[in-house]
């Protein structure tokens, strides 16, 4: 079966850069059509779809966090890793990870999510 | 970025009702519209993509329409285990915004 999970560190320091790794099984990423995303949710609101990449390492990102973000894959260690530079209170929040499968056209939906992990960045 | 919109914010219901949560896209997005259920604490839970279809394992008193711009998930009737947050999500253009959520309560 598919699973996810996201690990890296739960604190940070503003300007600071993180580092979330996303380790999955079930699935492989150079399957056509397969992708991976990182969506994120502060305490209390909604949810934010921050970077996807796809099975031909294909990359894209929010345009309002563009900057400062990088998406990269290991297939060989069914990895996906996310950078986000130049922390800030604001980027406090629930960070999660979920596979996604394309038809044509567009997403079939985050069909399976890792548990997410919590970071908290403060001085 | 195409900006969804649900409505209503928030909404209180009883078991046994039907239910029904409207989204809708700034520009049209086919069909490619999801519904996510998420309780407090839990990621979230895909329940209906590409507007219609039921994802594997969701009761069938979960449903959804529409196509273009308006989209709608109904819950035909509530159960205890129903009391959650409500997101709607398209998934036709990058980035693929999500709505501000529904918060479904107890009457």
């Known amino acids: 079966q598919i699973t996810l999970k996201e690990s890296g560190p739960t604190l940070v320091k503003p300007t600071q850069t993180l580092t979330l790794t996303c380790t999955f099984s079930g699935f492989s990423l150079s399957t056509s059509g397969v992708g991976v995303g990182w969506i994120r949710q502060p305490p209390g609101k909604a949810l934010e779809w921050l970077a996807l990449i796809y099975w031909d390492d294909d990359k894209r990102y929010s345009p309002s966090l563009k900057s400062r973000l990088t998406i990269t894959k290991d297939t060989s260690k069914n990895q996906v890793v996310l950078t986000m530079t130049n922390m800030d209170p604001v980027d406090t929040a629930t960070y999660y990870c979920a596979h996604i499968e394309y038809e044509h056209a567009g997403g079939l939906g985050f069909d399976y999510w890792g548990q997410g992990t919590l970071v908290t960045v403060s001085s | 970025d195409i900006q969804m919109t649900q409505s209503p914010s928030s909404l209180s219901a009883s078991v046994g009702d039907r239910v029904t949560i409207t989204c809708r896209a700034s520009q049209s997005i086919s069909s490619y519209l999801n519904w996510y259920q998420q309780k407090p604490g839990k990621a979230p839970k895909l329940l209906i993509y590409a507007a219609s279809s039921l994802q594997s394992g969701v009761p069938s008193r979960f449903s959804g329409s529409g196509s273009g711009t308006d989209f709608t998930l109904t819950i035909s009737s509530l159960q205890p285990e129903d009391f959650a947050t409500y997101y709607c999500?398209?998934?036709?253009?990058?980035?693929?915004?999500f709505g501000q959520g529904t918060r479904l309560e107890i009457k």
């Open positions: 999500q398209q998934s036709y253009s990058t980035p693929d915004t």
